[in-house]
Structures are given as C-alpha cells and as structure tokens.
C-alpha cells in the first residue's frame, strides 16, 4: 500500500533527525551529553511540529526536503523545552514519551546540558538552511517565539500558577484567581508559540510572502490552543481513569486549566471552536490544504 503524506513526513523527519545529531565516537568528551541528547530526541514522539513545518512548506509551493533543517530544528527545540520542563525543579515527572525521563537516566546536570545542547543546535540547524536569507529569518522567528516573550514566557506562568515561582511585575499572577483569559496567555506561550514558528518556519523555506505567513500564524492559533485544550482533556480523563473514576473533575479541581474551569463537554467545544478558526484561515491559501485540513480535524479528536 501507497505511503499516506503523513507517514512520508515522518519517515523523512526521522532520518533527518539521525543525521543532525549522530553518535559521537567512544571516548568523546561529548559522548554522554549526545547521548542524552539523543536518548529524548530519537524516541519517538508525534513529531507534530515538524509535520506541520514541511506541511506549510509544500502549501506555499515550495518542496518540503527544503524545510528539513527548520523541522529538525523545531523538534530539537521543543524536545529541550520536555527534557527542562521535566526536571524536579519544574514538572518532575519520571516518564516521557513512553520511557523514563532524561534526568532519570542521566541525572540533572547531564539532562540540563542535554537541554541546553538541543536549544543550541536548534539554531544550527535552522542556519544549515542553504540559503542565507530564509535560514537567518527562519531562525529569528524561532527565537522570538521560543524565548521568554513566547514558549519561556508561558513556561514562566504556568510555574506561577503552579505556586513553583512568583514573578515581579506585569507577568505575577499572585493573587489573581486563574481564569479564561489567564490560561489563554500562558498556553499561547507554552504551547501555541512554539507551533506558530513550525508553521512559519515552513513558509519561510518556500519563501512564501508575508501575508501567507500571517495566516499560517492565525492556523497556528486555532490548532495551538486546540492542541493544549484537547491535552489538558487527556491529562484529567487519564488521571480519572487511573483512580478508576467516572468523571475527571475531581482531579481537575487540583490543576488549574480549561478542564476545571470548564469541565470536559465545554472544553471539547472550546477544542472544536479553535479548530474551526485554524481550518478558517486554511482558506487564505491558494495551494491544496487537505493535509492540514485533516491534520488539525485528527489533533481535535485525538486520544494520545
Ligand atoms: C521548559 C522553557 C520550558 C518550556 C516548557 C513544553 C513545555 C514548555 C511544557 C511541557 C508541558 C506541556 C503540557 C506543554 C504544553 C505543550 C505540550 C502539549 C507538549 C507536549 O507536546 P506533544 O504532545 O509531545 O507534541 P510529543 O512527545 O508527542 O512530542
């Protein structure tokens, strides 16, 4: 049977993946630290950024291979964001993406570096782009929506929310009950950035003008919020499920996300209002957006 697109992409995004970040000879100085780096990069995950990177590249009318070195780049950033956010000083979590965290197999120090090396060469990778001009764009944009205006910044609120950090200034969220309009800027930082510079990111390969690039952050929204709506759902029905509950709200109550402020039936509604916003701005495209049309219709509904 005839590879699906999505299957194509995944194939293509994996071995480019191995080949940005190879094994280091035995006896680098470098050996444990790649290792790391690539024991939480090459271990499966959706891969949902960098599809939607080649996605957008070929919608603009430019071949997807192009946009490999900025799917890479985008995935290694988000796997750094996982690797730190799993530390015990933030979320602590022992497993990730089917098997124990980075910390847990290598330590703090070394799962801190293996961050920090992913962050890094995130950007070398964007800038391998072949041409000059869209590798140094690309890799702008990326940074001004990883950094702490974007994904850093959403990272920061979300650990205020928490009760981990108290942030000075406009960003303090003590004291102030956790609403709808709050959650909505943590997750357009968390979440909704780091997906917004995969979609441009595509655009930008292809070389795709401004206003395409303003709708690709608009389909960004839409599939971002719905992304992290839809994640929060799965978080609490799996949490109800693993205390052998009917309902997930009692465990809802503990977090603080759209799930408990709205329960399960509305926050689904939520899921399908941000997807129909996503599927809206498809239109500003002259190209074929069945692809992407499916991909944010299969992420409102997915279960993993
Ligand atoms: C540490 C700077 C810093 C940021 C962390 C990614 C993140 C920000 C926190 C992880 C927790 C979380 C629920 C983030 C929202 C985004 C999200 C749903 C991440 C998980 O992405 P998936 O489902 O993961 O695409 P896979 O493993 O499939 O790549």
């Known amino acids: 049977m005839a590879e699906t697109k999505r299957e194509i992409y995944l194939r293509a995004i994996e071995e480019a993946l191995g080949l940005a970040l190879p094994a280091t000879k035995e006896g680098d100085p470098a050996a444990q630290v790649t290792e790391a780096m690539r024991y939480s990069l090459l271990c499966g995950g959706k891969r949902v950024r ?9 919608l603009c009318g430019g ?18 964001s996982l690797i730190h956010d799993d530390l015990p000083c933030m979320d602590d979590d022992d497993m990730r993406r089917g098997r124990p965290t980075c910390h847990r197999v290598y330590g703090e120090a070394m799962a801190l570096l293996a961050g920090d090396g992913l962050l890094t060469k995130a950007f070398e990778c964007a800038l391998s782009l072949p041409e000059p001009a869209p590798a140094a764009r690309g890799a702008l944009e990326l940074a001004r929506l990883a950094g702490h205006m974007g994904m850093v910044g959403g990272q920061c609120i979300d650990l205020s929310i928490e009760g981990h950090l108290s942030i000075e200034g406009h960003l303090s969220t003590q004291g102030r009950a956790v609403d709808m309009e709050l959650l909505e800027v943590m ?3 968390k979440t909704v950035a780091l997906i917004a510079a995969a979609c441009k990111l595509g655009c930008i390969a292809a070389g795709a003008p401004e206003d395409l690039l303003e709708a690709a952050g608009r389909y960004a929204q839409g599939v971002g919020m719905a992304f992290q709506i839809r994640d929060d759902i799965l978080d609490v029905l799996g949490d109800a499920q693993k205390l052998g509950k009917n309902t997930g709200m009692d465990s809802a109550r503990e977090k603080r996300n759209y799930v408990s402020l709205l329960g399960v039936e509305k926050a689904q509604e939520l899921v399908e209002e941000y997807t129909g916003k996503a599927l809206g701005a498809l239109e500003d495209f002259p190209g074929d957006s069945g692809f992407l049309r499916e991909f944010a219709l299969k992420l409102a509904g997915r279960e993993s």
């Open 63 to 80: 071949d997807w291979r192009r946009a490999l070195p900025f799917a890479c780049a985008v995935e290694m950033l988000h796997t750094y």
């Open 50 to 58: 960098p599809s939607l990177t080649l996605a957008f590249c070929e």
């Open 187 to 189: 997750d357009q930082g």
